[in-house]
């Protein structure tokens, strides 16, 4: 048996907790499977005296978390602490900078400094490991660096924000409006403190971003995401969606094209009899689609103590067992800057406008459209007890951004009244 | 970048060729996420003339794969040639005893002699990889042994022959009787050279056999495994399950319980709106359960030329990296021997009988299952325009075991013709 690794976790909220537990618990099997003793020498978190329903007694407590990086008695850093920037990162660093291992669960940090962190763990050839950072307990960034080593990955996609999949299918199966399902989704503590973190598809683009940098070999590109959240979608579109055989799901896709990567996360409705279609609440799941592979999906929680805190191990047997690989999957200096080449794949759009009452307002809109080279598929103007006519179109197959441009071209006509809602809808 | 990493390869079936495809058309990548050149030495195959569609003219031949294992020009030896003993395990033993690293695809030979194999692999600090085995393209040995390793599994099942799950989808699909559609598959060269080892559910017992050693830390065995093949499904039994909700799906399922390790292979009737009921043809799908991270589903590809290239080059990768383990997680001597704990597990059954056209035949069926504490959920008596009586019987959840000792009961009363037939229903 070699030497014990020893751990420093800093940050004690949920996951935190949850790895407190696995190492109590399981110390034997994780002894057995990774030939070391796992232990934990030093914790850090915000306050000293809350009871977390842990033993934490035989652990030095330090305020600071760069001080607990830097403890001797600390073997490997376990960053729970979240925030791209701050302690996170400054804790961070200071493991990396003398060589020290980093397990860490946050995805706003790996998708903002990923690359300059990469390139420190690197350069003091210290491992810097993230599994829980995407997609909960899913171990699919180890299925991508690894496992699927073998494949150009061609395309990445899925829904990877257990809220935002609550708050959807809450508001379809309950039938209940964006405002107060989001509401209650606050009352239940499923929000971020920030909730434009969730509903604002940051979250979940923080997390395709670094999906993207493993399958394709770039640097992670988080400002090259298209982000589209889900404050728009309305429940009329979810029951307009349903009665077309579709659901709508914060979908995110990263995609390779010989112009370069696409990535956007945004509302998309899929078929309901999908896998993605029929995914309940907290669940995530993500496509690896790769050009010998052919198409593999994983399904998991995304979320909550245990899925989480089972990444962070999963990472830390790892390290224990000395399998340890460059941070993104190949060296961070050999990674290009990923070119982006967005909005670019065609697909159809379901698109909703509220036409002002005038003669001729819907045909203005067609001809607009028409005019941009959107073609129409289906269009239905909706009964209008108020001043203003819902409008529903499903358009044929087109590019986001020439569909972008067509919309300025109908809201510049003045009949439309607000913004209109664009939601595209997922290819077969 | 450090020394190239020289691969021999015996076997040019469809998936040692997808081999050489892979590492012929994706050198650069796998040098940039490796760190090393991966080249091919030499390879070995039944025959030599075959065109195999690929080019194999800069590769040394050897007859004998025994010889290609021990060739100084080859670093890692990738046995592709199947069969639990012969050739592959003779050329894969010449290989781990000089120390050299073996990828292997080999479900039967790792069933059967995997503990052995092991045991020699760790003797000579060789890593023996064994990826492509299990379930195609899906990095599920990868998932459960790194992955999960913060977990105590307590259950792992699915569909791992895309064979049978191919014959039981088309039988419903186009209502087909057994032996029509498995002629069907044994004309598209879909069954192996002994089909038992597919419909007889040997091959997919194999795959579990190895995925339960791995999930609960035991030797593996094969011979615990509870075998019961889709030979005796017939379109009715498929067409009742349909009317029941469920479809027929040959599933495995190894389980912890305090008394040992349940493993079965089994036709069982799953909710036909479940992920497991909707999958279709030759796809897979692994069930991991765990303590830690709940429930995670992988589904891919289960064979084919790319999915299982696609695994043997995803170890393949780990051992250029220098990532290795023991060959089922944790060193072989310390796996203890599997306890068997069989048919323990309570399930409701789908029962179909053939009743003689006796008086009280169906009164004594009734009786003998009751006496045995066997109870009945449903019962019905089919329309008999011959001599016997079809009769289906649902039965609340009751042990495998203790069914299978009222049915010898049953078919004692005399009223019985021929052998039930007894199919799990998977608790929800």
Not at 161 to 168: A, D, E, P, Q, R
Request: charge should be negative; include cysteine; charged fraction near 20%.
């Amino acid at each position: 048996m070699s030497d014990p690794l020893r751990l420093g976790i800093a940050g004690l909220g949920t996951v935190g907790v949850g790895v407190v537990r696995i190492v109590q618990d399981h110390a034997d099997m994780l002894a057995a499977r990774t030939g070391r003793a796992i232990s934990i020498s030093a914790v850090s978190a915000r306050s000293r005296d809350k009871d977390r329903g842990v033993d934490l007694s035989g652990y030095a407590w330090e305020d600071d978390p760069v001080a607990l990086a830097r403890r001797d008695d600390v073997d490997l850093f376990v960053e729970l602490m979240g925030g791209s920037d701050g302690p996170a990162k400054a804790a961070t660093e200071a493991a990396l900078s003398v060589g020290k291992p980093v397990v860490t669960a946050n995805k706003a940090m790996l998708a903002i400094h990923g690359q300059a962190l990469a390139e420190l763990a690197e350069a003091n050839a210290a491992p810097l490991r993230f599994e829980a950072a995407v997609a909960g307990g899913i171990p699919v960034v180890k299925s991508l660096t690894e496992g699927l080593a073998g494949n150009a990955i061609t395309r990445v996609s899925g829904v990877m924000n257990g809220t935002c999949n609550y708050i959807l299918t809450r508001m379809e199966s309950a039938g209940l409006p964006y405002d107060e399902v989001f509401a209650e989704a606050g009352a239940l503590g499923y929000l971020e403190a920030d909730p434009t973190l969730d509903v604002g598809g940051i979250d979940a683009g923080h997390k395709l971003a670094i999906l993207s940098a493993i399958a394709f070999g770039t640097q992670v590109d988080f400002d090259g995401v298209q982000l589209q959240g889900i404050q728009q979608v309305s429940i009329d579109d979810i029951h307009r969606a349903r009665d077309m055989g579709y659901r709508i799901k914060l979908l995110g896709e990263a995609r390779r094209t010989p112009a370069g990567i696409e990535q956007s996360m945004r509302p998309t409705l899929v078929p309901a009899d999908s896998p993605l279609g029929q995914l309940e609440g907290g669940t995530n799941m993500v496509v690896i689609e790769g050009d010998a592979v052919g198409q593999i999906v994983l399904r998991g929680a995304g979320a909550g103590e245990g899925p989480t805190a089972s990444a962070v191990m999963g990472d830390v047997a790892d390290i224990a067992r000395g399998l340890t690989l460059p941070t993104f999957g190949q060296p961070a200096t050999t990674l290009a800057p990923a070119t982006r080449a967005n909005a670019v794949t065609e697909c159809a759009h379901y698109l909703r406008l509220l036409l002002r009452d005038e003669p001729g307002a819907l045909a203005r809109v067609a001809t607009v459209l028409g005019q941009a080279g959107i073609s129409i598929d289906r269009m239905r103007q909706y009964d209008h007890p108020g001043a203003d006519a819902p409008v529903l179109i499903v358009t044929h197959p087109c590019a986001p951004l020439d569909l972008a441009q067509a919309l300025r071209g109908v809201i510049d006509t003045g009949v439309v009244n607000g913004e209109p809602v664009a939601l595209q809808i997922q290819n077969p």
